[in-house]
């Protein structure tokens, strides 16, 4: 799990390449990248060469259902939320949200493992809260970054509670939280 929510964590390499490229040519390049992923995926529980190669590559860090059932992995999830956060959203919105997908969530899933608490919903109310936490102090930093008014904040606050409901309670939209986060 740790080398997977590190690989996680260096999804922080997106918001900064889209800030770096802008969002014109940022697109021309993520979406040829997220075709092939899905791509890749796809094609994967379908071609038994193609599945073997794909498991030694990345088997460490996919969860077990990911490789035995045909399931989609999260890096298509996370492909496909990328493609939807920064193609509809507004850059101080789409940075935000994306660094909490990929801070966020790792520290949630590492922190919330390795500290016994009680549950909350599904998850844990230590990771839940790691989860929330260090969603505000992201939305925080991206609104004096990005020169935000009061209403960023407010919106801001409300989505990062509704996001923690949504990841501490997957059977809730059943689907994977690289798409929901």
Not at 11 to 36: C, D, E, H, Q
Not at 136 to 149: A, D, K, M, V, Y
Request: positive net charge; charged residues 15%.
């Amino acid at each position: 799990e740790v080398k997977r929510k590190l690989f996680h964590l260096s999804l922080i390499l997106l918001p900064m390449t889209y800030l770096l490229l802008g969002k014109k040519y940022f697109l021309f390049t993520l979406l040829p990248i997220a075709t092939l992923i899905i791509g890749i995926d796809f094609y994967r529980h379908r071609l038994p060469k193609l599945e073997i190669i794909f498991n030694k590559i990345f088997g460490q860090i996919l969860r077990k259902h990911e490789i035995e059932e045909s399931n989609w992995h999260g890096a298509s999830f996370t492909c496909l939320s990328a493609c939807i956060t920064f193609g509809l959203f507004p850059k101080h919105i789409a940075v935000g949200a994306f660094i909490i997908l990929a801070v966020s969530d790792a520290m949630a899933t590492l922190i919330g493992r390795k500290i016994a608490s009680q549950p909350f919903f599904e998850k844990s109310l230590v990771g839940s809260a790691t989860f929330f936490i260090s969603s505000i102090l992201i939305l925080i930093s991206c609104g004096i970054i990005f020169n935000q008014r009061f209403y960023y904040y407010l919106f801001g606050f409300i989505a990062v509670f509704a996001t923690t409901i949504v990841e501490a309670r997957p059977s809730l939209l059943k689907l994977d939280d690289n798409l929901t986060i």
